[in-house]
């Protein structure tokens, strides 16, 4: 087992806007609110996680790498990323560590650009569609896999 005891928490672009427009597709929750969920659940299993958002690829990225050296695993909703981005899935890749993907909505449901994910197989953990409730269930499956 991993001695590391902490979770890397990604959001990608347009995340910070939760809570703030669109409710119908992502809910009334904020971002605020997913790190706190992600943290509490988390913290019932022992683990600390560090959280980033950025809307800008590099900057996930770096945070992804630094990762390598200090952090058991990641939870990962990248946004519109999910969808375009090989660089984020290599930096995914490239460190090694178990990856969850979530996505809020049903991104199957939605238009069809929103079908293939760059990131869906280098994830071991994938919760679609379940609101911002799915963080908390991608974390509890990917601490399954740590513990
Ligand atoms: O359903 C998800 O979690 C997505 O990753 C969200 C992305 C979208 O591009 C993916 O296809 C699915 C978009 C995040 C934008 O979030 C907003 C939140 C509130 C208001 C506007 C945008």
Do not use: K, W
Not at 46 to 61: A, K, P
Not at 84 to 91: E, H
Not at 106 to 130: K, L, M, Q
Request: net charge negative.
């Amino acid at each position: 087992m991993n001695p590391v005891r902490r979770l890397l928490l990604v959001n990608g672009p347009n995340l910070n806007l939760l809570g703030t427009r669109e409710p119908d597709i992502y809910g009334h929750e904020t971002l605020a609110d997913v790190e706190g969920l992600v943290s509490a659940t988390a913290r019932e299993r022992g683990f600390d996680v560090r959280t980033v958002q950025s809307n800008h690829e590099g900057v996930l990225l770096d945070a992804i790498h630094a990762a390598r050296s200090d952090c058991a695993g990641i939870v990962i909703n990248p946004g519109g990323l999910t969808h375009t981005s090989v660089v984020l899935r290599d930096a995914l890749s490239g460190v090694a560590l178990p990856v969850a993907e979530v996505h809020i909505s049903n991104v199957y449901e939605r238009e069809s650009f929103r079908h293939h994910s760059y990131v869906a197989d280098v994830a071991v953990v994938h919760v679609i569609g379940e609101g911002v409730a799915g963080y908390a269930r991608a974390t509890q499956q990917l601490l399954d896999i740590l513990t």
